[in-house]
Each structure stands twice: as C-alpha cells, then as structure tokens.
C-alpha cells in the first residue's frame, strides 16, 4: 500500500518562506509517479481542491497555477521518494491545506497525503 505524508506546514507571516515535503513509501517506483501539489481552503469540498503545481515522473517538466507563478517551485528527488513545494514569498491569500498527490503513470490511480496546514498571516 503506498502510503503519501506531508510535513513543513506552520504560521508564517506575508513574506516569508516555507517549504514543504512530501514522502511516498509503500513502492520503489517513486520515479513512476507525478507528483503534485493542491490546496484546499475552508470552505471548499474536496474535489475543490485547487491544482497549485505539478511535476512530471523525471522532473523536467512542471506546472503551475497562475497565482503562485514565480513565488513557488516544485521538485522532485527520486532516489530519496520526496517531492518538495518551495514557497517563498508568502501571501495571506496562500493559507490552505497542502496536499500532496502521487499520480501512477499512464493509470487512474492516485493517493492522497493527509494534508499539512498553512498559515499566512498579514
């Protein structure tokens, strides 16, 4: 069973910086997955979640959601099963929980961390 954990979430204040983790155990084809990142704000169900970037099997391509362009980075290290979320300059309106996503290639099947809080306060 693959199992997906985040950590690295707090309460920040606008402008500073957080980074986020994401390990997959359970496989040893981490380098098989794409993996992602969403956010869920109070409020919003579950398949509201909003994509905020994504990242391809080896890392060289990625995706992100206009509002953070620029602020955070995502990546991958596949020797390691992580997957990070940078996220630098931090605004107010990024509060939300952070779930991470495994993807399996070419498959419908996906797994969920269980979300990390973030709080950005003004």
């Known amino acids: 069973q693959v199992q997906v954990e985040e950590s690295g979430g707090g309460l920040v204040q606008a402008g500073d910086s957080v980074m986020l983790s994401c390990v997959v155990s359970?496989?040893?084809?981490?380098?098989?997955?794409?993996m992602g990142w969403f956010r869920q704000v109070p409020g919003k169900e579950r398949e509201e979640r909003e994509c905020v970037a994504t990242i391809n099997y080896s890392g060289d391509t990625t995706y992100y959601t206009d509002s953070v362009k620029g602020r955070f980075t995502i990546s991958r290290d596949n020797a390691k099963n992580l997957a990070y979320l940078q996220m630098n300059n931090l605004e107010p309106e990024d509060t939300a929980v952070y779930y991470c996503?495994?993807?399996?290639?070419?498959?419908?099947?996906?797994?969920w961390g269980q979300g990390t809080q973030v709080t950005v306060s003004s």
């Open positions: 359970g496989r040893r084809t981490f380098d098989k997955y794409a």
């Open positions: 996503n495994a993807r399996k290639l070419g498959t419908p099947v996906e797994y």
